[in-house]
């Protein structure tokens, strides 16, 4: 039964039960009898003038407590009452630090722990499993391993391990959104880019051609980012030339400053070609 279905059904209960109380004619009626009060569940209610109901110290609803039904009554209302102080917040949060940097008065930089909030967070969780991946260089098995599976049972309990396809998906999600974020901090950059590229043939004989962006952004921190990684059908200087300026053109830059390369003769051939097209 639904939990607020329970609610109405006490509340309505606890009406009735109100109004035969006050009905009853005389004391004697409702024999006041000695109960051995064993129960843990008896501290949550106080007596009301009928033995037969205990009022619940919170909410007031009156629960029927007769002998024979045993305390499971009080019990099930405990669970549910919704006026119970344990039963407030179910997504209890923990207190957690975080650092953060102070400049004082003396400009001199200092760091403190300040407390926040802390909740557990599923998608947060899976964004950082996929990051692992990444950064660590796992293969998407990985999240299938009976190792790491209990580990993060251990962990926390409450985080659903994704199956390798979705950690894949989770994977290129977080690409796609680092990709758009790059763009838009190329867009804002005050800075020229500087490039370096470089191609090499893999064990089963295929040619890459890597790209990498370097620049200092407005708070004048070194940045390096590969913007490309892509197979080119061959090492000559127009396929190489050709393939850097797709990439460029893919990402917007403009304001290109060096292209730094191997020396190679076909990378001399690929600079000229560049240079012909975007007039660097
Ligand atoms: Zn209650």
Redesign the pocket.
């Known amino acids: 039964m639904d939990e607020s279905e329970d609610d109405f059904h006490?509340e309505e209960k606890s009406q009735t039960l109100k109004k035969k109380i006050k009905e009853k004619k005389s004391p004697t009626d409702a024999t006041p009898r000695k109960r051995k009060k064993k129960s843990k569940w008896w501290t949550?209610y106080s007596d009301t003038e009928d033995y037969a109901f205990a009022s619940?110290?919170?909410?007031?609803?009156l629960i029927g407590c007769e002998t024979k039904n045993g305390t499971t009554p009080l019990a099930n209302?405990?669970k549910r009452?919704?006026?119970?102080p344990s039963n407030l917040d179910k997504r209890q949060k923990l207190i957690d630090f975080k650092t953060e940097t102070l400049v004082n008065e003396d400009r001199v930089v200092e760091t403190v722990n300040v407390p926040k909030l802390w909740e557990f967070d599923q998608d947060f969780c899976r964004k950082k499993l996929a990051r692992m991946l990444i950064v660590d260089e796992l293969p998407f098995m990985f999240v299938e391993r009976e190792g790491f599976q209990e580990f993060c049972k251990a962990l926390n309990p409450l985080f659903k391990l994704p199956s390798r396809s979705t950690a894949t998906r989770d994977c290129y999600a977080l690409f796609i959104e680092q990709r758009n974020e790059l763009k838009i901090s190329f867009r804002n950059l005050q800075s020229r880019i500087f490039l370096t590229t470089g191609t090499w043939t893999s064990g089963q004989n295929l040619s890459y051609m890597c790209l990498t962006a370097h620049f200092i952004d407005d708070d004048w921190n070194l940045h390096k980012r590969i913007i490309n990684f892509c197979p080119i059908a061959g090492h000559s200087g127009q396929l190489i030339g050709r393939a850097v300026e797709k990439c460029l053109n893919e990402w917007g830059l403009k304001n290109i400053m060096t292209v730094t390369v191997d020396n190679a003769s076909s990378n001399d051939l690929a600079i000229d070609y560049l240079r012909r097209r975007l007039n660097i």
């Open positions: 006490d949550h619940c110290k919170y909410c007031k609803t209302h405990i009452c919704k006026k119970y």
